[in-house]
């Protein structure tokens, strides 16, 4: 549900853009930049657009908050979850795993007991990478997107959220990251490995009862 509405409200915003756009008024970049310029414009009447347009814009302002106050309701149902739920505020303490991700987590595998091993996990998500095999020689190719795909969208952005800050922490992760960083891998490759790896230790996780530990060992 939450994410029909963050859908709605995105098309919603991109509409507003394009109809402001068509009669030269221009916005910068992100959601929040936009917000507050187009509140501003709405404030002063200083006749950049026709009373219609405006008029239009709104009307698309106000279902916009409405959509901010649904979406903000939801937030807060997740955080109470996370907070009352032992295993959820566990997964909180791996970096790029917040309240979405692990009350996701918790939903879709519970104490992770269906899966053997960690990287079981990975590839029920379909993180891991599919292999083609030619005259005996095996080629890695895109992930396989099997599995959840509200879930490893999830990790994959919280992937990305975490990946400055861990590239640079002096751990077996944070050199990991580095290394392969300095060897070219593409950015958008490195942030899919590294959600593989935060699925990895989520595993963990659940499996032992425990939190991450920012020096742990964490095997390639």
């Avoid at 347009?53 to 698309?60: F, N, S, T, W, Y």
């Avoid at 109470?80 to 295993?87: F, M, Y």
Wanted: with cysteine.
């Amino acid at each position: 549900m939450r994410s029909r509405l963050v859908a709605e409200r995105t098309n919603l915003i991109n509409q507003l853009r394009a109809i402001l756009l068509e009669r030269g008024v221009i916005f910068p970049a992100g959601r929040r930049k936009f917000e507050l310029g187009l509140d501003g414009m709405l404030a002063e009447h200083d006749g950049s657009v026709s009373p219609r347009v405006r008029q239009l814009a709104d009307e698309l302002r106000t279902e916009w908050r409405i959509l901010d106050g649904k979406i903000e309701a939801l937030n807060g149902e997740f955080v109470d979850l996370v907070r009352c739920d032992d295993a959820a505020r566990r997964l909180t303490s791996i970096p790029g795993v917040g309240v979405l991700n692990a009350s996701a987590l918790v939903a879709a595998i519970g104490n992770a007991s269906g899966f053997d091993k960690a990287r079981d996990l990975g590839a029920w998500l379909g993180l891991v990478p599919r292999q083609h095999t030619t005259g005996g020689k095996p080629r890695l190719l895109g992930i396989s997107k099997r599995g959840n795909t509200y879930l490893r969208t999830l990790l994959i952005h919280g992937a990305r959220a975490a990946l400055p800050s861990l590239s640079k922490a002096d751990t077996s992760l944070g050199r990991w990251l580095k290394a392969m960083l300095e060897r070219g891998v593409h950015r958008n490759a490195v942030v899919v490995a590294l959600a593989n790896k935060l699925a990895r230790i989520a595993w963990a996780t659940l499996r032992n009862g425990t939190t991450f530990e920012r020096g742990y060992a964490v095997a390639a």
